[in-house]
């Protein structure tokens, strides 16, 4: 007897994709499978930063099944953003201990930035009840405190959105020495409520999810706005691809913009991918969002038009 099936496709202006189900095949002592990062790899396979105490990093194939897991013996107290650099090697924020990672695909520690533990002096106070600790914030201090994600850019400088506990922008040199923090607490240009993640897009330019003032601002590689996209429903992460930023919006919709900052297309819904955190992509344009509550925690919208 053939089982029937019904295709799931999503298609805004040129845009179409086909959501498959069940995608991800998690181990059956994965623990929780929150996913707060994507990353996709040359190799076409997925990195997922994952809070499972067990799993905290997976790597996965196209059809959901897991390559391979590393992290466990780093004690990570809550991964959060994952990037990969050209020669596939990965870092990894650690926001609750306030440290960053970089890491081999094997899972070897190559560099740690921050102390475990040691958070700067921003003001925050982490004894107050989210999300009411943010307001605690008084200064962009220096790395780190809470930190989000680190990123290369493709001129060679990192890039790092720091964070929870602070609202600052870090700009590293290819050698990771400090060259420039900006930033604050406030809704104004330039001042973030919580700086969630970050991306580049082909022009050279840096996108940053200031979640909380549900805004995304764009800056030039110097740190100088250049303009914002705001009234968002809960920005928590863009990619690039191509020419085209990819944001995730956390009410459950994917946004598509392009190089003049205009909205093209949209995936889904307000609600349609409820709790949304982590946006990645991989060399085919697929889609993966990871989600940090309820239902799914990793799922898969396969690009069927091939932009």
């Known amino acids: 007897m053939q089982e029937n099936t019904c295709r799931v496709l999503f298609q805004s202006g040129n845009f179409t994709y086909e959501l498959l189900h069940n995608w991800v095949k998690w181990p059956s002592d994965m623990g929780n499978a929150a996913v707060c990062g994507i990353a996709g790899t040359k190799e076409g ?66 560099r740690q930035l921050g102390e475990k533990g040691v958070f700067s002096d921003s003001g925050y106070d982490p004894t107050v009840r989210w999300p009411h600790d943010l307001y605690t914030n008084v200064r962009a201090a220096e790395p780190f405190n809470r930190p989000t994600k680190l990123m290369q850019s493709p001129w060679g400088d990192y890039y790092c959105t720091d964070g929870y506990g602070n609202t600052a922008i870090h700009r590293f040199d290819k050698d990771l020495n400090l060259l420039r923090t900006w930033g604050g607490p406030g809704n104004t240009p330039g001042k973030f409520r919580l700086p969630h993640n970050l991306a580049f897009d082909c022009k050279g330019r840096i996108w940053i999810c200031d979640r909380e003032n549900f805004r995304v601002q764009i800056f030039d590689r110097e740190g100088e706005y250049i303009t914002e996209l705001d009234r968002l429903g809960y920005p928590s992460e863009v990619c690039s691809y191509k020419e085209y930023i990819y944001l995730c919006e956390g009410d459950g919709q994917i946004s598509i913009y392009n190089m003049e900052f205009e909205q093209i297309a949209v995936i889904g819904y307000p609600g349609c991918f409820a709790r949304i955190h982590s946006i990645g992509m991989d060399r085919n344009g697929n889609i993966y969002l990871g989600r940090i509550e309820g239902g799914d925690s990793l799922f898969m919208l396969k690009n069927v038009n091939h932009i």
């Open 45 to 110: 396979t997925v990195l997922a930063a994952t809070r499972s105490k067990k799993y905290p990093i997976c790597e996965l194939n196209q059809q959901g099944n897991l390559i391979r897991s590393f992290g466990e013996n780093l004690g990570f107290a809550r991964t959060h953003g994952i990037s990969l650099e050209e020669d596939g090697t990965i870092w990894c924020c650690d926001d609750q201990s306030s440290v960053i990672y970089h890491l081999t695909r094997e899972g070897k520690v190559l």
